[in-house]
T-cell receptor, first 118, second 120 residues
Framework: AQKITQTQPGMFVQEKEAVTLDCTYD???????LFWYKQPSSGEMIFLIYQGSYDEQNATEGRYSLNFQKARKSANLVISASQLGDSAMYFC???????????????FGAGTRLAVHP | GAVVSQHPSWVICKSGTSVKIECRSLDFQATTMFWYRQFPKQSLMLMATSNEGSKATYEQGVEKDKFLINHASLTLSTLTVTSAHPEDSSFYIC????????????????FGSGTRLTVV
């Protein structure tokens, strides 16, 4: 079964420092996609970054980058120059393979709560 | 960009009553909508997948008769919690498959803002 693992329940980082949030995944599919979402206390899910399994380069979006190590099945999120507004819950997610006639579902890890300190 | 509007943002209802939550895709056609449930300090758990014009597919352990999903049009999917009880209190959030033209990659998902349900 496909699975996403986030082993860090909580992380602390000083403002302006970089932080890495860990994510490992398990799948037997060759084609898959990995997502990172930010969920502030308001509850909305904010898309941060996407990495396709066939993408050769690590994805980057502004201060966010995804350290994709396919052989290790890891997709860590790196936030550079942390800001106070980065304090939130962060979820790693994987697009599941579609069941015959079905659609690709997203499965989520347990999440990591990030606190940015001034 | 792609927007999914979810209403209401929060609702308090009495035990035994039903509550309807709506998700509308504002600028694209959402052929597939996913409904999630999230308990405090926990992850999102998929409840069901709805496809326009057909019956929803429920995840194992989710009561079909309690959580009624209707996806009657390409822009509207609804989740009705029937005969709600305090244990149904949770955060419910929808997510729509989003066309590549709006996301920049083949598989994209746009989330609604969520509904916080409290049953008293």
């Amino acid at each position: 079964a496909q699975k996403i693992t986030q082993t860090q329940p909580g992380m602390f980082v000083q403002e302006k420092e970089a932080v890495t949030l860990d994510c490992t995944y398990d799948t037997s599919d060759q084609s898959y996609g990995l997502f990172w979402y930010k969920q502030p206390s308001s509850g909305e899910m904010i898309f941060l970054i996407y990495q396709g399994s066939y993408d050769e380069q690590n994805a980057t979006e502004g201060r966010y980058s995804l350290n994709f190590q396919k052989a290790r099945k890891s997709a860590n999120l790196v936030i550079s120059a942390s800001q106070l507004g980065d304090s939130a819950m962060y979820f790693c997610a994987m697009r599941e393979a579609a069941v015959s006639g079905g659609y690709n579902k997203l499965i989520f890890g347990a999440g990591t709560r990030l606190a940015v300190h001034p | 960009g792609a927007v999914v509007s979810q209403h209401p943002s929060w609702v308090i209802c009495k035990s035994g009553t039903s509550v309807k939550i709506e998700c509308r895709s504002l600028d694209f056609q959402a052929t597939t909508m996913f409904w999630y449930r999230q308990f405090p300090k926990q992850s999102l758990m998929l409840m069901a997948t709805s496809n326009e014009g057909s019956k929803a597919t429920y995840e194992q352990g989710v009561e079909k008769d309690k959580f009624l999903i209707n996806h009657a049009s390409l822009t509207l999917s609804t989740l009705t919690v029937t005969s709600a009880h305090p244990e149904d209190s949770s955060f419910y959030i929808c997510s729509a498959r989003t066309p590549e033209g709006l996301t920049g990659f083949r598989y994209g998902y746009t989330f609604g803002s969520g509904t916080r349900l409290t049953v008293v």
